[in-house]
Structures are given as structure tokens and as C-alpha cells.
């Protein structure tokens, strides 16, 4: 597929933008951190507004032990076909090609009832029907930790992994893979629960899969675990997603908080915790991530997460991506707040160096990429960005790497 250009290019970030501006920005602030701040009857009735729009009608919801409720949602009524560029859109349930080396067990494909091999709190407590999807349902508590509604569901600090972005708020360990066309990648990492130092600070380990290099045009689609408690309201490590069009600025979001990633699996959710996690020095638990751009179907962007078909993408959202990606990143990001004048002691994956190794240090590994000609291959053109090697590291050995750290220790005030 070719790059929209030209006023096609034009129209389709108009449609965009928007389309954003009415499902964001027209809400008025909804109040700052403290969700006992007192509004007033707009303010309140906007709230709902939100809420309503967000959390699709269910057709059963599913309590669980964390606190969470799941919503299984008709497949055809989810968040995704609100979004103007999608209001014909087809569902597609699976690509239809795969590249060439790639091996998948249809087994575990979405049109089967087999066990995920990923496992959420919520499963003790039932399991979403065929035909629909499970959705973590958005509260009022979480509008309020946002702090308004135009900034739910998106990214409050911006930055891409790599050397001339990462802001001084930002800590990275990354890999990041570059120099041909890429149509996909495959990792598995491992699943820890890091502390982190302030609500405010997160800690993510994830890829990244980006095209572009201006601050307007910019694409990126994301995925991997994340501890982030101004969003969730918690410390536990959740499965998440993004993406975005345009740098951050206006498009994108995590998970389905706004229109545009279309979903179809029903056993797994974004937003919800992922358990168990890792043992230091003993079990490791690990969830395998792997894209692939559908180039002989629609283009979309097909995302698979522990050997299962979660959803798609779709290629119409997108502007440089619609083609291709330029680079491949994987790794972890903290937010580093310097409270104090101090460095954060927010945990990056296991919260040890990659020098502890096995069982130890957190890691991806199984890594490959899918080139300009469409083959599964290793990274062969790779470099690090390591933000400060004294709070976070990365240790490469190709196909594989350990990274993570402490945060503030003594080499690192």
C-alpha cells in the first residue's frame, strides 16, 4: 500500500481531527486529581455524558476479584465503530496471510475455545460469551484522576525512545531496531510488578512500532504491561495498548478509550491486571506480543497477544503507517519526576540490573522482525537508548536482552 499524499493526505487528518475534537475536547475540565473535588450540575452531567460514551451497553458483566468490571460488549458495537472512518468497516477475524517463517498453532486462534495462555483475575469469575468482547469499564474515578476529558485515555507525557526525544522526565532501557521497512516484529517478555516511587510515575515495558520523524507526523502503535496508578488507581501490572497518528497531540489512546482499534477476541482485555507475575531467583511468567501488517488483506495492523488473535489496527486511521513501519523498539520507560530533587525510585521490570541475569532480571527474548521483503528474520540493524545506565540498563545479545534497574541507588542520587 502507498502512503496517503497530496490532499487525500489532507482530508483524512481533517476527518481525524475532527472526529477528535468533538469526542475529546468539547468537555470542560472535570475536576484535578483529588476525586473528592465538589462540581457543579454541568460539570457532573458531562461526566455522565463521557461515562456513557465510553462504556458500551453489555450484554454481561463480570465482576472481578481486583475490583475491576468486565462488560462483555457486542463485537459489532464496540468503541472502534464510532470512528468516522470506520462506520462501514467490515470485521475481519483474522489476517488473511501470514509472513513467510512465521508458524502459528491454530489451535489457540480466536474462533476457538481453548485456554488463553495469558490469565486474568477476572476469568475466576466468568468468561465473555461468543460474539462479544471484554472491556474494563471506565468509572468515575478514573475521568477524575485525568483530570479532564479531554485528557482520558491519552498519554499526559510524550515522548519516542530514542536519543533526541527522551525528555528529562523520561527514563529509558530500549532496543530499538532500524534501517529497512518493517511489517511486524514478535517478542515475549517477562511479567514483574515494579514499584513505582509516585502516582504520578509509571513504569511500562512494551515495543513500540513507529514510522515517521517530524513532531506532526509521527505514528506509533504499542503494546505490552504497565503499572500506572494515576491511571488504573492502583499498583498492579496491566496489560495495555496505544497508538497514535499524530505524535501524541490529538489522536490515539490506550486500550479502546476512543474509536479505533478494532478487537475480537473474547478472552482477553486490555486495561485489566495481568497474574501471576515473575519470582525473583524463581518462576518466570512470560506474554508473548507479536504485529503483523496484513499487506495482502486491507493493510491493517494485526496484533496477537499470547498465540491468540486480539484485533487489529486498522490501516485507515493511520497516515505513515498506513504503509509501513521505519523502526522497531522494545524495552521499558519510566517517568522520572526528579521529587526532591532526586531521582525516582520507580522500578523498571524487575527493579534489578540486567547483570543478575536469569531469573533476576527481566527480559524480552524470541525477538524478530519482519523486513521490507515480508520474511520473519532477528534484528540485524540495532542500537540501545539507555537514558542513564546507573538507574536503568540493557544488556543486548541479539535475539534477546535483559534490561531494568532500581532507579535511585547510590550510583544513581
Known sequence: MALHCGSERRWSRVVKMTFYLFFLIPMSSVGNRNTNTIFNKKQKLEVQQQLKRLNKPALKSIESPDGDIIDCVDINKQPAFDHPLLKNHTIQMRPSSYP??????ES???SS???PKLTQ???LNGRCPEGTIPIRRTKEEDLLRAGSAANYGRKKHHSIPNADSAGITHEYAVLVE???KYYGMMANMNVWNPNTGDSNEFSVSQFWMTAGQSAEDYDTIEAGIIVNANRYGDYQTRL???WTDDNYRTTGCYNLDCPGFVQVDNQIATGATVTP???YGGTQRTVEFYVYKDINGNGDWWLKIAQRNFGYWPSSIFSLLSNSASSVQWGGEVI???LGDKHTTTQMGSGHFPEEGPGKASFFDTLNVIDGKTILRRPWNSRTVITNPNCYNLINSGDYFYYGGPGRNPNCP
Open 100 to 105: 513467510e517463517g512465521f508458524s502459528f498453532n
Open 108 to 110: 489457540n486462534d480466536v
Open 113 to 115: 475455545n481453548s485456554e
Open 121 to 123: 483475575p477476572w476469568h
Open 178 to 180: 532500524e534501517g529497512d
Open 240 to 242: 495495555v495498548t496505544y
Open 277 to 279: 507475575y515473575s519470582i
Open 336 to 338: 522520572n519526576l526528579k
